[in-house]
């Protein structure tokens, strides 16, 4: 089955730096690639996603870039700010059974 | 919408009881799933749906039992609680279509004692 790595489990920035984590994937099948969001005690919530006939997404900040030759996937943010500080996860959801698995996340601190 | 709805929020159960999680949606999803979220091991699949009749185990089924009578309800069950399943459930639902984004719930931290 589908297996999601992702990296790093932790990383502190400088405010108005850049934040890149990236994320790996195991199955072929997997064409649809989200990146969620969650703050303390909330639910997820879609920052940005990118289809595999895609190579990159970007919105405002926040820009996602796919190879899928290499099955990596990674999130960037520019000009950080402390508000982004949050734990972000990437999925990848299998085209065939519609699962989706998502890697361990990524614990971000923005210092101000 | 409401969107993808859960109960309870919060559970204290003691070990060997048995409970069910609620989840319903009213976005017309085909696709419903049940996570658990547990420190450092990220969302953890439980199982899945992709539609009424339809189940299938996910990365972690063990202990948990699920059925999909209608489109809109995704119940999850624990038929013997063990501290091991303390940890926040999340449910979500998509649609199967081009439309993939998935949606979830607000989450239901249960404690097993």
């Known amino acids: 089955g589908e297996n999601v790595e992702q990296h790093p489990s932790t990383l502190s920035v400088q405010e108005g730096d850049s934040a890149v984590i990236k994320c790996t994937y195991s199955d072929s099948a997997s064409n649809y690639f989200p990146w969620y969001k969650q703050e303390l005690g909330k639910r997820p919530q879609l920052i940005i996603d990118i289809r595999s006939n895609v190579g990159e997404k970007k919105d405002q900040r926040i820009a996602v870039t796919l190879n899928k030759t290499a099955k990596h996937f990674s999130l960037h943010i520019t000009e950080t700010q402390p508000e982004d500080s949050a734990v972000y996860f990437c999925?990848?959801?299998?085209?065939?059974?519609?699962?989706?698995?998502f890697g361990t996340g990524t614990r971000l601190k923005v210092l101000a | 919408n409401a969107g993808v709805t859960q109960t309870p929020k919060f559970q204290v159960l003691k070990t060997g009881q048995s409970m069910t999680l609620q989840c319903a949606q009213d976005m017309n999803h085909e696709y419903m799933s049940w996570y658990r979220q547990d420190p450092g091991m990220g969302l953890r699949l439980i199982h899945y749906?992709?539609?009424?009749?339809?189940?299938d185990q996910g990365e972690v089924p063990n202990g948990y039992n699920v059925s999909r009578s209608t489109t809109e309800d995704f119940p999850l069950r624990l038929l013997s609680a063990a501290p091991s399943q303390t940890s926040v459930y999340f449910c979500?639902?998509?649609?199967?279509?081009?439309?993939?984004?998935?949606?979830f719930g607000s989450g239901t931290q249960l404690s097993v004692l």
């Open positions: 999925a990848a959801r299998d085209s065939g059974t519609y699962k989706y698995i």
């Open positions: 979500a639902s998509s649609p199967t279509g081009s439309d993939e984004k998935l949606f």
């Open positions: 749906s992709v539609g009424a009749g339809i189940t």
